[in-house]
């Protein structure tokens, strides 16, 4: 790694945490984003330059702005696509009137054009109030916990959000030890109190549920690329959800 002139990174958000980890090192990481159908960049932040938290400003030649319905990220490029192949209602639902790419990411742009990424359109499920959930922010601050692997958090439908955890090997491999799972169990109990200490009402975390059994790829909970599958993880624990918010635990410890 001390010879790495140049890291970027751009298939997902990464925990500011890290990122200031990193820099600490020396080791200045570059984020940026794409999409196939725009010839895979159009953003990226600048070397030597403060622009943590965000995706950087646009390539030249690209114009951005905000959706005013969706608040979604919808771009214009001399590289865009023309459409997809043989699939006419999806180019159009992709693309605005005005020829805008849909990006299908939401989020906003500050006072000097940078560009920051707040979720995805799609990922953004209701309460039982009808109160919309940012599901990113907060589950980069529960990976960020050193015995966690993965994580997903989901509150559709919910009074409030439901975070799952999946430990790594050697946190799952402990867990059998009892002052070993005291102390995983006293980590996650503080990570609900520090991740509510400024949300509104329904952006609380209502509990941490750890799974203790490996999530792999065989068992279709992650992708080959070993992204998280949020819809399966969602499946697997729907039959639970009622009597997990029932229980009045922070956190719970599921087997399978």
């Given at each position: 790694?001390?010879?790495?002139?140049?890291?970027?990174?751009?298939?997902?958000?990464?925990?500011q945490a890290l990122l200031q980890w990193c820099s600490k090192l020396r080791l200045h990481i570059n984020e940026g984003c794409g999409t196939t159908e725009n010839l895979t960049l159009h953003h990226i932040t600048e070397l030597g330059k403060s622009q943590q938290g965000t995706v950087g400003f646009a390539y030249k030649g690209v114009e951005q702005r905000i959706g005013a319905q969706t608040g979604g990220i919808q771009m214009?490029?001399?590289?865009?696509?023309?459409g997809y192949f043989k699939e006419p209602e999806k180019t159009q639902q992709t693309f605005t009137n005005g020829g805008w790419l849909n990006s299908g990411d939401k989020g906003s742009i500050n006072e000097q054009g940078l560009l920051r990424i707040t979720s995805r359109v799609k990922d953004l499920p209701k309460t039982g109030q009808g109160k919309y959930l940012v599901l990113a922010l907060i589950e980069d601050k529960l990976v960020m916990h050193g015995a966690v692997e993965a994580c997903v958090v989901t509150g559709a439908n919910l009074g409030q959000r439901l975070g799952t955890v999946m430990l790594n090997a050697e946190a799952a491999a402990n867990i059998a030890d009892a002052c070993a799972r005291s102390r995983t169990k006293a980590f996650l109990m503080a990570r609900p109190e520090s991740i509510d200490a400024t949300p509104?009402?329904?952006?609380?975390?209502r509990c941490v549920v750890v799974v203790t059994t490996a999530r792999t790829v065989e068992n279709d909970v992650f992708t080959p690329t070993f992204k998280v599958k949020r819809k399966r993880i969602?499946?697997?624990?729907?039959?639970?959800?009622?009597?997990?918010?029932?229980?009045?635990?922070?956190?719970?410890?599921?087997?399978?």
């Open positions: 790694m001390d010879q790495c002139k140049y890291a970027a990174g751009c298939a997902a958000p990464m925990p214009r490029i001399p590289a865009l696509m023309t509104d009402p329904h952006e609380k975390l969602e499946d697997l624990n729907a039959n639970h959800h009622e009597a997990w918010v029932a229980s009045g635990k922070r956190v719970i410890w599921q087997a399978s």
